[in-house]
Every structure is written in C-alpha cells, then in structure tokens.
C-alpha cells in the first residue's frame, strides 16, 4: 500500500466521480483507476460501489475514509517534522521525455560526470507521473512545461520556447502555404496530445480565447499521431522540435500565425538544492 494510493482515494470520495478526483490529481482517469484496483486488490475489498454512476462509498469504504484522513494529516506532520535533518547527497531530477529533442541530454551528462560525489538520477516520464511525483516530493528538480497553480516552487527558470506547429501529409491542400492560423485548421480532424499533458492545455485555451471549437479532436502519443496523420489525411498540433524527431518524409511542418509558443521550464522545489540547481541552470542555459 502506498501513500499517494490513500491520496487518490481521497480525492474520489471529495468529488465522488473519478473524472474530477483525477482532474485534481493531475492523472488521467485510467491512471486513478488502475491506483484504486491495486489497493482494493490489497486489502481484499471494495471501496467503491461500481454499480451506481457516482462514485458512492461501500460501508468498507466510508470507514476506511475516515482512518486514511487521520492517517494522511500524521503523515504530513512527520513529513514537516523530519525536514530539517535532512542531508543531501542525492538529487532526484524528473523530466519530459524531451531531453534529446532539445539538446540537455549531453548537456546533463556533463553535469553528472562533474558531480560524482553525488548519487543523480534522472527519470524521464509521462507529464502526469512527473507533476504528481514534484508533488510528493519523488523529485527534487524537474524539465517540463507547466505546473499547477498549487504547486509551490523555490525557483523556476525559463529555457529556450519551442513553437507548436500544424504537421500535414505532403498532398494535404494546406501543406504548401507559408503558414496557417487557427481558424483554417478548425474544420478539418486534429490530432492533439494526452488530455493530462501541458501542450493540449495550452492548446484548448488558446481554441477558447478565439472561441473556435476543432470539427473533430482525438489525442495520442507524439509518436502515434504522427502515424494517424500519415493513416488519416489528418492535421497534429506538436513541438517543432518534436516533430524533428519523429520526422516522416511524407510529412511537412507548417508555421502557425501568430506563433504559439511552448515553455521548457526547469522547476525547483528543495531550496536546500538551489546552489546546486544553480550550477545546473547555468549549464543548460549556455
């Protein structure tokens, strides 16, 4: 059984659907789901009643709620009670799986090669796993793109912006324009990103702020839209850089006006680590 397991149980019973318990933990509901069946699984019962649309409480549940809020309130009290003996010689870096595409891999390489007294890992994960592991603590640095607003940090630094681009096939009518705006892409099929990550965020808020809603919008992996594009005749909104990546001959990338930017951000959360993310900082940004 693990902490962040009784968190996300938490959560449902606050909103009693798994879409706003997951909407606030920042996971995708498959996610929430897979956490629940684990510590049902481990404790031999059920906790939600499954035949009822919300997520109602069995009697098992209810009971099991009450212990696990006296149960998380202590755990955040030992948590705050510890901080002050804590040492480090460990940093625990989290990212996007975007280091290659924006040239920091070799770069925090050096860094490790440079600090061998110190024991450096670095994960490269799903957006949601990143956020919620900078929450708990999993991390004491991380590379993304955005945080929510109640995630507190010591220090936040901005790395060069990428550009969201409209990748089409070749043949597709719109492939040989210099550019293309919103408004002309709003009729056909889009393909955008995972619900959970920070690209289709911005993506919605900006269709919002020029109230245009897609004729048709599904979301994959980068790696997999760029194959439904080829299947489809579609249009992905992705990173240029990522695009680079995942590059397919039978494929252009098309400027959108005005130009959408994409932060890469650096995140510190362990003010006790800030001399040290300083000297990282300072690597990446050169």
């Keep these: 059984m ?137 991390y004491d640095l991380i590379m993304g793109r955005t945080l929510p607003d109640d995630i507190k940090v010591e220090c936040s630094v901005k790395l060069p912006d990428d550009e969201l681009i409209a990748v089409m096939k070749s043949s597709h009518p719109l492939a040989s324009k210099k550019s293309v705006n919103l408004k002309q892409i709003m009729s056909k099929s889009l393909f955008l990103t995972k619900p959970y990550t920070s690209i289709y965020k911005i993506c919605q808020k900006i269709f919002a702020e020029h109230n245009l809603t897609p004729a048709k919008v599904s979301t994959s992996r980068s790696e997999t839209i760029i194959s439904m594009i080829i299947a489809q005749n579609a249009i992905g909104l992705l990173p240029r850089k990522c695009f680079y990546i995942y590059h397919h001959s039978g494929l252009v990338a098309v400027p959108i006006d005005p130009v959408i930017k994409l932060p890469v951000m650096i995140f510190v959360k362990n003010k006790n680590i800030l001399r040290l993310a300083g000297d990282l900082i300072k690597l990446l940004k050169n």
Excluded: C, W
Aim: glycine residues 6%; proline residues 1%.
């Design 2 to 138: 693990e902490i962040q397991q009784l968190k996300y149980f938490q959560a449902i019973t606050k909103h009693k659907t798994f879409l706003d318990a997951a909407d606030e933990m920042n996971i995708s509901q498959s996610s929430l789901s897979r956490n629940l069946s684990k510590l049902e699984k481990e404790l031999g019962v059920n906790l939600i009643d499954r035949s009822k649309r919300s997520a109602s409480l069995t009697e098992a549940g209810k009971i099991f709620a009450k212990d696990i809020e006296i149960l998380l309130a202590q755990y955040k009290t030992m948590l705050s009670n510890i901080q002050p003996f804590k040492y480090h010689d460990t940093l625990k870096i989290g990212s996007l799986a975007f280091l290659g595409q924006y040239g920091l891999n070799y770069k925090l390489a050096d860094f490790v090669e440079a600090h061998r007294e110190l024991k450096i890992s670095v994960e490269d994960v799903e957006e949601d796993i990143l956020i919620e592991g900078f929450r708990n603590g999993n």
